[in-house]
Structures are given as C-alpha cells and as structure tokens.
C-alpha cells in the first residue's frame, strides 16, 4: 500500500494496532448489539450514520468570473440532502485543503484520530462504528489555469507513486505528479507529491480495512478501489456536449458540401505548467477527441469547414493542436479569432455559422470579440427554435417557446446552378451574401459562469453546461445511508458498474450534463434556485 521508499511511519502503527481497534469497536458495530452507554445515545448500524466530506479549496475565480460548478456551491445543496436522508446535521464534517498534501494529511489524521476514539474505553465519548460511516473525498489533484475555466467539477485522475513504479505511462495522464498543487495552494516538489499521492491511498484502504466506506468525487485514483465513485462531466464529455447540441442546432445531417457550414474550435490549453514546466496537455486533448467523435464525420464528409482551413476532410482527433491555442497569452482568444475570421477582402466578414469555444471563459471573450469585429444578431438568428422577444416572456413564465427551424439552401449562395462562382454583379445576392456573412453564430460554453447568463438570455452566447448538482447531491446522499446501513447500490437506478482508474466494476453514479440555453434557462437555473432573475440581467 505505501512505496517501500516513503514509509509513513504513523501508518505503519496504526495497520500494526489495527485489529485490536477493529475488535473494540466489535461492540457497536453489530445490528443487536449497537448501543452506546454514556450520554443516553444510541448508534446502530440501521441509522443514516454520518459523513465526513473532504473537498478541495474552489479553484481561483478568474476575472471576476464565478462558475455554477464550484465546491462550495455542491457543499450546501449535499449536507441538506443527507439531513433530507435522515441524517443528523452534527454528524456531517467538512474539510477543505488546498493541496494534496494538506488533504492527505487531514484524512490520515481523521481515520486514525476516529478510530482511536472508537477503541476507546471511555463511555463518556460518543462516537459512531466505523460500519456506520462513509468518507466522501474529492482527491485534490493538479490543473492550470486553462483547465481551471471549466469549474471545479471535472473529473480527473490522479496518480500514485506505487503506479509509476509499476511502469504506469504518466505521459498519459492528465494528472501526474510531475509538479505540486495549485488552486490556491503553495507548489510543492516531486517527491512531496508523491508521499502525498501514497499518503492518501493509504489512508483511505485504512479506513475501508476498519469499515468505513469511501465514495470518490470526481477525481479518481489510479489502481484505488473505491466503495463507489461519482462521475462529472470528464473532458471528452464537456467537448462531446458541445458539439452534439451545434449538429443537431445546424440540421449537419441534411447539409450539403455545396453548401457547408463553417464551424471552428477554440481549443484553450497551457504550453508551461504553473512551475515553467512543460504543461501535460491530456485534458486539451481529450476535449477535442470529444468534439472530434462529433463533428469529425461531417468535417470528412466536406459538410463542415473551418474557415481557418484549421480542421479540414484530412483532419483527425489526432489534430487537436491545429485548433488549440496558448491560453496564458494576453489577448490570446481575440487574437487568435481574429486570425481565424480574417476576411478576404475588407468589404466583407467571413461567414461562420458555430464556434466552439469550450468554456465560458473563452465564450465570453469570443462575444465580445466578434462584436468588436462587426458580427450583428443573436444565436436565434441561425435555424432558429426561439425569437429573442419571447426569451424574457419564457423566463418569467407568461409564454412557450416554439418556432420552427428555417431551412438552410443546399447550395451557397456564392454558386449558380452550374457550380460556378457568381461575378458579383447581382446587387441583391451581393447584399445577401454580406448579410449571411456579418451574421452571428452559434458561441457554445461550458460551466455556466453567473456572468456569462445574460449573454444567454440575449443570444450572444448560445448554450452553456454544468452538472446536475441538486440531482448528483441527492444520489450521493443516498448511497451514503444504503452504506452507512449496510446496504448495496443495487437499487439506485443512477448507479451502473464502469471502469475507474483501471479498476473494473466500481458502482457508479452519473448524472446527464445540463446543456442550457435560452429556451430551457427558467426550468434549469432560475426554477431550481441555482441563479436568481437578477443574475439573468432580468
């Protein structure tokens, strides 16, 4: 369990002692025999048992700009679905750490700290059987500043340093312990990552060998078997949302290449890490292998360009760099969609019908980008579901939104019927044509940052996504009572087995991404209290 190199010598002690604690706590772990003398409290193995939830510190908020997704938004809608579940509010702990070292430390010292408690002779202490018990941990793990704008809900791994020992190819994973913590936290060394990465997995197998239960949030651990793991929306999924709601907005399955629809991707990435290292770049990667698993049929059927001539029939999933971008440089996403959108001539735009732009970090300056550059309308301007006069009317409750799509031509505008380019003299299609070009496209993001809203509400920016938070808060509470009681996660509906980190058959509970646009906004955000109307700019 802890790299022979690194012996944690706390650890070893209480591995040593291990079996005299578990038979202490023999007596209050039982279904018969759970009483505990002192206080006049009572601790069975039928009650909801408690939690002790360990998160890292929210991420640095960039700009001023605040995502839905963040810990400490989760954090409140989950203690009250546990106490919804039957749990005591006095038996829910929570504890955030800024890096991994500080968390691995702060679980060692819970688990040990419990289970001395439990093995005590004392009857004047309280305390709750280990059975009784579940630690839900979100493992602190290594991200830039580029992966940061997605929130906090991001599923990651994390690598040990019994894995690499192994021969596991950390090339490959989008959490190696290369360098230390970010987030908030101070860096640390190689080494000290690593002990804090052993640390950790240590541990946890402690705690389930005691028998308490361990849930991961989010970030897996490689070769760690958890009781069960929460899934968020991972990197190929943020990408593969995206890309699934511009195909089905843009009809792609009925587009013609005489007339193909321009579509490009920003793809933000870091080249350093926060230690001028060079940065692992698996999460750029794998968002655009999401985006790819899309759209990349369509690219080689010739029914999508890019207007850079970035992504073209020839492209693969492999081509991620042709669309990415450095994101620590100033001005890096107007620059670089200037670049892609330069026109051909200065009396006109370059037609673009989507931009994928990832996140809303990148949205945000994408909109403000293209206004800048001339582009007028909103996202309803293309086949459009919606009218933006009926947005507010939708919101507010007093009317539906329905409208259907406006069908696009088969063939451009730019050819007569015979395929060949038209001279430009026809002031009417002329016109036509510069209006099709300076018209806005699709912008498409992710996190559903407070401050991109009302650029949802006006068209500016399309959709945005975020997790289910309400939903995956009343899952996880769930699964902590059926635990805590001795049950399986053979009942939920949400759970299904997958592989984790290596490890086949974890129990795994998942939520669908929340894609929202205008048309959906009142139902996602304002009805579940997640924003308020203020926040929509209403």
């Known amino acids: 369990m802890v790299s022979a190199r690194r012996p944690f010598t706390v650890l070893i002690a209480v591995l040593a002692s291990c079996a005299t604690l ?31 939830l360990f998160t890292p510190s929210d991420g640095i908020t960039l ?101 690499s020992e192994e021969g596991t190819d950390n090339d490959n994973n989008a959490t190696s312990h290369e360098s230390g913590e970010v987030d908030g936290g101070a860096t640390t060394s190689d080494d000290e990552q690593s002990q804090a990465a052993d640390r950790l997995v240590s541990s946890l197998k402690l705690a389930q060998e005691s028998g308490m239960h361990v849930i991961l949030l989010g970030n897996s651990i490689t070769g760690y078997e958890p009781d069960a793991f929460v899934k968020f929306s991972d990197a190929q999924t943020i990408g593969k949302i995206q ?12 587009a013609s290449k005489d007339n193909p629809k321009q579509i490009e991707v920003l793809l933000p990435y870091e080249t350093k890490d926060d230690n001028g290292k060079a940065a692992d770049t698996t999460f750029a990667q794998e968002a655009f292998q999401g985006v790819w698993s899309v759209l990349g049929a369509y690219y080689q059927k010739g029914v999508i360009e890019s207007p850079s001539g970035a992504l073209d029939a020839d492209s693969t999933q492999d081509d991620w760099q042709n669309v990415a971008y450095d994101a620590s440089q100033d001005n890096a996403v107007a620059d670089t969609l200037k ?52 947005i507010v009317g939708n919101i507010t409750g007093k009317k539906d939104l329905s409208r259907q799509a406006v069908p696009d031509p088969i063939k451009s505008p730019e050819k007569d019927k015979a395929g ?35 650029s949802i509400v006006n068209g500016k920016q399309w959709i945005t996504g975020l997790e289910d938070r309400q939903a995956l808060a009343s899952d996880i509470a769930q699964a902590c009572t059926l635990l805590n009681t001795g049950s399986t996660l053979k009942s939920m509906s949400v759970v299904h087995n997958t592989t984790v980190a290596g490890v086949k058959k974890i129990p795994t509970i998942s939520e669908p991404t929340i894609a929202v646009s205008a048309s959906n906004l009142k139902a996602e955000l304002i009805d579940p209290g997640y924003i308020s109307l203020a926040d929509a700019g209403l």
Not at 244 to 254: G, I, P, R, S, T
Not at 355 to 377: H, K, P, Q, R
């Open 243 to 254: 890309a699934e709601k511009v195909k089905a907005k843009l009809e792609l399955d009925k």
């Open 63 to 163: 700009n001023q700009q605040t995502p839905l997704n963040k810990w400490a938004k989760l954090v409140p809608d989950l203690t009250k679905a546990l106490v919804e579940a039957g749990m005591e509010k006095g038996n829910i702990s929570h504890k955030t750490s800024d890096s991994l070292d500080k968390q691995s430390r702060a679980i060692q010292d819970f688990v040990v700290n419990h289970l001395s408690e439990t093995g005590s002779s004392n009857d004047s202490k309280i305390t709750i059987a280990p059975e009784n018990m579940t630690l839900l941990v979100a493992p602190v793990v290594k991200s830039d500043a580029s992966t940061r704008q997605y929130g906090d809900y991001v599923s990651q791994e994390l690598t040990t340093n019994d894995t």
């Open 22 to 52: 578990l038979s202490l706590t023999a007596c209050v772990s039982g279904s018969d025999a759970g009483d505990i003398k002192g206080n006049s409290s009572t601790v069975t193995s039928s009650s909801a048992g408690s939690v002790a």
């Open 339 to 390: 670049k892609r959108l330069a026109a051909k001539s200065s009396a006109s735009l370059t037609r673009i019908d989507a931009i994928i732009a990832m996140n809303d970090s990148v949205a945000s300056d994408v909109v403000t980008t293209l206004d800048d550059m001339g582009y007028t309308g909103s996202a309803a301007d293309i086949n459009p579901q919606i009218t933006i006069s009926g």
């Open 420 to 454: 060949t380019e038209t001279d430009g003299s026809n002031t009417d299609e002329s016109t036509a044509s510069k209006d099709r070009d300076s018209r806005w496209p699709l912008v498409t993001g992710y996190g559903a940052y407070v401050s991109v809203i009302p």
